[in-house]
């Protein structure tokens, strides 16, 4: 959560330029200074209710899924762990991707959604959303459960892959070092 609160407002911004309304913005430092003059500091933290919700629990279900996984896929001491660290690493982000992928969409939308600071709605004639839950409620509403994932797929196109090697070359380099301190069990090495 802490570490969310500092970078929640870079997330924003970079949602800004990547929108089809980016063309508006000359870069970064205008598009900050235009979401400040325009809707004030808390401009800056559209979609953080979806993120502080559901950021935990998705990374519980990460981290969690990846340890069910490893213990089936990757038994210690087997020649082909490194493939089950993998597939391992793969699920885990497959699995955490069925809460982030919901709340990634509705925090870009709010993100992309901007408001005058008298209130009142600019932009294209999208939706409308009045917070976290009104945009989840609304997105399902209009667009059925499918709309809260969409960019599922590509979303785990892009951090699977990422999730996969990221394991594998952990779990590598724990057992490495578990090796160079003399320890059989890379479980028992000091935090």
């Given at each position: 959560?802490v570490a969310?609160?500092?970078?929640?407002?870079?997330?924003?911004?970079k949602s800004?330029l990547?929108?089809?309304?980016?063309?508006?913005?000359?870069?970064?430092?205008h598009c900050?200074?235009?979401?400040?003059?325009?809707?004030?500091i808390l401009?800056?933290?559209?979609?953080?209710?979806?993120?502080v919700?559901?950021?935990t629990?998705?990374?519980?279900?990460?981290?969690?899924s990846?340890?069910?996984?490893k213990?089936?896929?990757?038994?210690?001491?087997?020649?082909?762990?490194?493939?089950?660290?993998?597939?391992?690493?793969?699920?885990?982000?497959?699995a955490?991707?069925?809460?982030?992928?919901?709340?990634?969409?509705?925090k870009?939308?709010l993100?992309?959604?901007?408001t005058?600071?008298?209130?009142?709605?600019?932009?294209?004639?999208?939706?409308?959303?009045?917070?976290?839950?009104?945009?989840?409620?609304?997105?399902?509403?209009?667009?059925?459960?499918l709309?809260?994932?969409?960019?599922y797929?590509?979303?785990?196109?892009?951090?699977?892959?990422?999730?996969a090697?990221?394991?594998?070359?952990y779990?590598q380099?724990?057992?490495?070092?578990a090796?160079a301190a003399?320890?059989?069990?890379?479980?028992?090495?000091?935090?």
């Amino acid at each position: 959560f802490v570490a969310r609160v500092p970078c929640h407002p870079l997330d924003t911004l970079k949602s800004r330029l990547q929108s089809a309304d980016g063309h508006r913005y000359q870069g970064i430092r205008h598009c900050l200074r235009s979401t400040l003059a325009e809707e004030g500091i808390l401009g800056l933290y559209r979609g953080f209710g979806a993120v502080v919700v559901a950021g935990t629990p998705a990374a519980c279900i990460y981290l969690t899924s990846y340890e069910i996984l490893k213990s089936a896929l990757a038994p210690e001491g087997s020649e082909m762990a490194f493939l089950g660290h993998f597939w391992s690493g793969m699920g885990a982000e497959a699995a955490a991707c069925l809460l982030f992928v919901p709340v990634d969409v509705v925090k870009e939308r709010l993100q992309v959604q901007r408001t005058s600071s008298n209130g009142s709605v600019t932009g294209s004639g999208l939706p409308t959303y009045s917070g976290s839950f009104d945009a989840f409620r609304v997105i399902s509403r209009t667009e059925g459960i499918l709309g809260l994932y969409k960019g599922y797929f590509a979303t785990l196109a892009s951090f699977g892959p990422f999730s996969a090697f990221y394991f594998l070359f952990y779990e590598q380099c724990r057992a490495g070092l578990a090796k160079a301190a003399g320890k059989p069990d890379p479980t028992n090495l000091p935090a």
